[in-house]
């Protein structure tokens, strides 16, 4: 069984408090499990604890009224289940809370509250308005700000940029009024994500590579059906290239024969030339002998 914070049994702890008995609308319900599911992904790697309506007493006066915030993050503590927490014993003060006005508490919210974290240690208060139509507060913007001064031990209000956003130092995040949700953003305005749309976003991402890479196994099968296509092409041409080849050369085998066959009519007409002539001056030299001159005939 887990161990209990303290040792007081506070009286709030089992009688309902103010808050207690007020009904809750669907947006502020709906509202606060999402800020904590955001807040449970974004300190996931971290020590860290995270309460919901939580009671919390600054003494050990059982009868103390608690103040009960929305949510409380508690930073280097890990989450412990307990009926309530007491600052008195020695536990920390949450680093940051938040607050989700409804028509019977902003004003508590807005004028009691920030005094009463202060005197807490809290280091960060913020209070939002997610009613639609937003509660009728003077112009006041859906969402509020608090920052600790130390040194005075009070809260003062932060200054929201030009898009009414407000930076938490213990968040490190910007808060974002989005109509009936408020949204966290890191320092270079990514969104910031419960664990089951991170993991949705994983999965999309996922599906994406996949996709991609589906593409890419496609796109390459193209590639090599279109580059097998211009092989074929290739050898086809390679192969009518050697039949020319073997063309020419038979061509030029049959020149080779014609011409080895005038060459030897060539020869054997030189050789009866030649037997001509020797016939011719045999014939010559025999006329000479008996006296003739051929050249005179």
């Not at 007081?8 to 669907?26: F, S």
């Not at 502020?28 to 020590?47: G, P």
Request: with cysteine; hydrophobic share 40%.
């Amino acid at each position: 069984m887990a161990k209990e914070l303290n040792k007081v049994q506070y009286y709030y702890d089992v009688h309902p408090t103010e808050e207690d008995l007020m009904g809750e609308t669907a947006w502020h319900d709906s509202l606060i499990d999402y800020l904590k599911a955001v807040l449970r992904q974004l300190f996931r790697e971290r020590v860290c604890a995270i309460y919901g309506n939580l009671n919390f007493y600054q003494t050990r006066n059982p009868m103390e009224y608690p103040v009960a915030p929305d949510i409380a993050v508690i930073k280097g503590i890990a989450y412990r289940y307990t009926r309530s927490w007491a600052l008195a014993s020695g536990e920390p003060a949450p680093q940051v809370v938040f607050e989700v006005l409804s028509e019977e508490t902003w004003k508590k919210d807005m004028r009691e509250k920030p005094g009463k974290y202060a005197s807490m240690g809290v280091q960060e208060y913020f209070a939002y308005d997610p009613n639609e139509p937003p509660i009728r507060r003077g112009g006041a913007p859906r969402l509020m700000g608090w920052r600790l001064d130390t040194q005075r031990r009070e809260m003062v209000e932060m200054g929201a940029n030009r898009e009414g956003w407000l930076w938490s130092e213990q968040l490190e995040s910007w808060l974002v009024p989005d109509e009936t949700y408020l949204r966290l953003y890191d320092q270079d305005h990514q969104l910031r994500l419960t664990g089951e749309e991170a993991q949705a976003q994983r999965a999309e991402i996922a599906a994406g590579q996949v996709e991609a890479a589906a593409e890419q196994a496609k796109a390459a099968n193209e590639r090599a059906e279109v580059a097998i296509r211009q092989a074929e092409a290739a050898n086809e041409r390679f192969e009518v290239a050697i039949r020319q080849a073997e063309a020419v050369v038979r061509q030029a085998e049959a020149a080779n024969e014609r011409f080895e066959v005038a060459i030897r009519q060539a020869e054997a007409a030189n050789e009866r030339a030649e037997v001509a002539i020797r016939q011719a001056e045999a014939l010559a030299e025999k006329l000479r002998s008996l006296g003739i001159n051929p050249d005179e005939i």
